[in-house]
């Protein structure tokens, strides 16, 4: 099992190690309200439908039952957005200059029901689905008009450290591999793109598809 070196501390609820001009602020996000993550979250159409994170959390015959407005009402029980005492959340709120921005789910793996029966993930793996010590970042969203800034980079190097805080024994992600000169429309692409999980300390335990790696990081305990 390969070992993530040390990171730096999380400073309050700055991730100072990523923006030396300080106007990236990422923060759990019950410490954000629920107006500044629906702006974030904006027209995002992650499977052809605003998602709201739940498209991993809901059986399918469920997801089909669902609507925008109760995909918004589960997520904002999940994040428990405005409860800044709350002691979990599921992601985390990027701010530039105080602007929401982006957005990262994140939380233990076993939470996320369509992970389980997963092809693609579980492919050449033999381990316990229900660790909850496991967690997985599953979910990212930049707005249009701040993208191409490093954000992604930050929210997946802060993931690290939240999960890595919160007592995961290690967090792995399932990114796109991308290629210079090629572009992956944004909906593909809310899985994270794989050059942002190495520079966060990630190393790749399998490539089940000719465009999906599994990631993974595991913590000292």
Known sequence: M??????????GSFFEEYDMEKKLRIVPANEASWEHLELVLGEARCHGEKCYCQRFKLPNPR????????????????????????TTTSGLIAFWEGEPVGWCALEPRNVYIKLRTSRVIWAERNEDKNDDKVWAVTCFIVRNGFRKRGIIYALTRAAVN???????????????????GKDITWGELHVGAHKAFIAAGFHEITEPTKRRKVMRVDFLK
């Open 63 to 86: 997801w089909r039952e669902t609507d925008d407005d109760e995909r918004a009402f589960l997520l904002k029980l999940q994040t428990n957005c405005g409860n800044s005492a709350s």
């Open 162 to 180: 939240y999960a890595e805080k919160r007592g995961a024994h290690a967090l792995e992600g399932y990114p796109m591999i991308t290629e210079a």
């Open 2 to 11: 390969k070992k993530r070196e040390s990171t730096p501390e999380i400073e």
